[in-house]
């Protein structure tokens, strides 16, 4: 027999056994009994159709699941279709853009990116393969863009370590802290409706040789013709599965065509529990299979840890000398929660770029292992068709970590919009002056109260 006639027909039955296997492995098989006559119906009607009675069943099941009311949408759900550029009326130039986590949530409440930065490659290569064009380089060495209309938002998430409790606290003599000057700079050329930075809640309490970090960087925007508001807001009282405690602070031009800003009020969602988040991933969900690889004694203590337990569950007798060290010791240490894995009723703790299995709430609630790259961009709010490229897992981990959760974007990007278009958003608990803010002494609690800026009179 002719060679060239045999090869495609194996090849193509060796294709469709694949395809059939690789179907398979992503059904589950369910069995229902019915009485007699219904199965009679359904054969008739499967005939009928022109399709198989497995088809025909499944078919519908699944459209009565998927049209139930009793499932709320998922919090990434909002990003189910991306939003075309063109549709998109509001401008946006994003600074510190990372893998898009600010930008996916602007874009899709109206705002077109026209330029974005990020020194990290890793990172620039996420945002290319989602969201669009990015300029690879250090914002030091980058000018303003040049742009033809009036800018809508210029957003800026710039690096958070020099002021964050795992970093080093160098704060604005560190290099990085001083990028938010950068961010200035920008803002001086470009003079964009409304600004947004985004950062680590060290920011409130940190001081320079003068005064708090937080009111120099207020005075400036103050300065340059901004009203300017910052709250500590919690991402899981704004529809994203996952506590995390961040600074934003948004300044909108004086002008009487602008309404007032307040911060999107807290909203409580029960669906924000591990359990809803992560426990329906199958293994072949986009970088669900990229693990960050443990030593075996990081895997030997994590997996004593019970659901909803942390390293103080283990008995003491089993834990290693280093952290029996700590543990005779806890008041000098601050007790730390080594090793928290959450129960999967709760909601995840703050997902950070460092991701140790030991520092952080990493561990999977009931599989003896940490967070797939797939799990945290859930609960950070990516949506399931965003990949993340990058050389190393520890890379993926690191810029999900530092991104916005862009649910929580999409909220402040929704009341941006609204304040630029004129409307005065009311904010339902009574803000705060700085004077109060900074007098009352005690730390600004999460989704409390806005801080409305006004400059000290000379
Ligand atoms: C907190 S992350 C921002 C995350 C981003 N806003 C998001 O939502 O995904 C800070 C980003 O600043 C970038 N970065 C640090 N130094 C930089 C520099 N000199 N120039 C440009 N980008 C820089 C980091 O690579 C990192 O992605």
New binding site residues.
Partial sequence: MNQSLVEPKVERTAAIRKCQSERRKRLKTLTIEVDKETHAKIKMLAEMKQTTLQALISNNLKSMVDASSDFPPRPWSVFDSLRDESECKRTHVSL???????DLGFRQAGFRTVFS????PD?CSTYRANLGEIVNG???TITPPKLTEKLDVLTA????QPFSNAGSRKGTKDE?GT?YQTALKFIEELKPRAVVF?NVRGLLSFKTEEKLLIEEICEHLDSLGYDVVFSLVDASKHNVPQKRLRVFIVGIERNENRGKFSFPAAVERDDLSLKHTILDLEPNALNQSELMQLNPQAISIGSMVPEGGSWKSIPYEKLPERLKKIADNMRKYRWPNFYRRFHRDEIAGTITAAFKPENAGVWHPIEQRVFSVREIARIQSFPDWFGFEGKSIKSKYQQIG???PPRL?YELALQINKCLSGEDIQSETDSLTFEQFVNTGKPLRACDRDVVFSPKKI
């Fill in positions: 510190f853009s990372g893998c898009g986590g600010v930065n990020d020194i990290d990172a250090d914002i030091h998430g710039f690096p958070c990085r990028l985004e530092n991104a916005v974007a």
